[in-house]
């Protein structure tokens, strides 16, 4: 629209019900889109590097350097918590219940998760080893948590017991990584251009080739039958998961390589969304 500000980072919760926008000018703006209004403006003492939206659209939270997490509520914009943090990675599971960042500490490097009911103290804290985190993900029933690391490992952890249930090495690095919506399959971008879907039993993975580019986000149907990637090749590509081989079933040119993205499908499976930065 006319005058409207640049934006340089959104996020939408999982509901598809608030999405919150950042500016240039520091400054988020907070949507209804049920609605179709604002519900708050925020101006941030610094840029925010991430934005992520709760999954039931409850709060927000805005990580920027040497100013840690600020979560913020989104019906009016009220401060809820700060985490004097910084931040690898930062994700809401899908009901909005738990938070969790992956960041360093004086243990080495970590994933630490919060009851978003309660911030006072968090509820879990999973080590990640040596190697810095790029992605995080919950699966849809919040009972397990996925990291994609920049040293090739994926690990999996059972929530309830902080147990590392998989490890799974990969020759390059790793990116954007999502659980399937029944919890059982892990899909994840390498920097080897490949994306792979994991069984997250065995740890057994199968890889789907076609990008010319990284992979830097992967996004699940709902009904767990396809999986969309977001490339630096400047291309999403949607992959048909229930025949053998994979098949790729479309493939759509953006503007510009995607190098770090979010992607998500709609309700209904016939649209898909990304948000991009170069």
């Known amino acids: 629209?006319?005058?409207?500000?640049?934006?340089?980072?959104?996020?939408?919760?999982?509901?598809?019900?608030?999405?919150?926008?950042?500016?240039?000018?520091?400054?988020?703006?907070?949507?209804?889109?049920?609605?179709?209004?604002?519900?708050?403006?925020?101006?941030?003492?610094a840029m925010p590097e991430s934005l992520s939206v709760a999954g039931d659209g409850r709060v927000f939270a805005a990580f920027a350097p040497d100013h840690g997490v600020a979560i913020h509520a989104c019906s009016d914009g009220a401060r809820v918590a700060h985490l004097d943090l910084q931040v690898a990675a930062m994700a809401f599971s899908e009901d909005g219940?738990?938070?969790?960042?992956?960041?360093?500490?004086?243990?080495?490097?970590?994933?630490?998760?919060?009851?978003?009911?309660?911030?006072?103290?968090p509820v879990r804290e999973?080590?990640?080893g040596d190697g810095n985190v790029?992605?995080?993900?919950?699966?849809?029933?919040?009972?397990?948590?996925?990291?994609?690391?920049?040293?090739?490992?994926?690990?999996?952890?059972?929530?309830?017991?902080?147990?590392?249930?998989?490890?799974v090495r990969h020759a390059d690095s790793l990116r954007g990584v999502a659980f399937s919506p029944d919890g059982a399959r892990l899909a994840v971008g390498c920097r080897d251009y490949a994306v792979y879907v994991h069984d997250v039993a065995t740890g057994a993975a199968r890889a789907l080739r076609g990008h010319e580019g990284i992979p830097?986000?992967?996004?699940?149907?709902?009904?767990?039958?396809?999986?969309?990637?977001?490339?630096?090749?400047?291309?999403?590509?949607?992959?048909?998961?229930?025949?053998?081989?994979?098949?790729?079933?479309?493939?759509w040119s953006v503007p510009h390589a995607i190098e770090y993205a979010q992607l998500a499908w709609s309700q209904d499976g016939g649209a898909v969304a990304v948000r991009a930065s170069r």
């Open 1 to 45: 629209e006319p005058g409207i500000e640049p934006v340089s980072l959104s996020a939408i919760s999982a509901d598809g019900r608030v999405l919150a926008l950042m500016t240039a000018r520091n400054e988020i703006t907070v949507r209804d889109l049920a609605a179709d209004e604002v519900t708050a403006v925020l101006t941030m003492p």
């Open 97 to 121: 219940r738990h938070f969790a960042v992956a960041h360093g500490g004086p243990r080495g490097n970590c994933i630490t998760v919060w009851d978003t009911a309660d911030w006072r103290q």
């Open 126 to 128: 999973l080590p990640t």
């Open 134 to 167: 790029h992605d995080i993900a919950f699966d849809v029933h919040c009972r397990q948590l996925a990291c994609s690391n920049y040293d090739g490992r994926l690990c999996v952890f059972a929530l309830a017991s902080g147990e590392r249930t998989l490890e």
């Open 216 to 251: 830097s986000a992967v996004a699940w149907s709902r009904d767990g039958k396809r999986l969309v990637s977001a490339g630096d090749d400047e291309s999403l590509r949607v992959w048909d998961l229930t025949v053998a081989p994979v098949r790729r079933e479309r493939q």
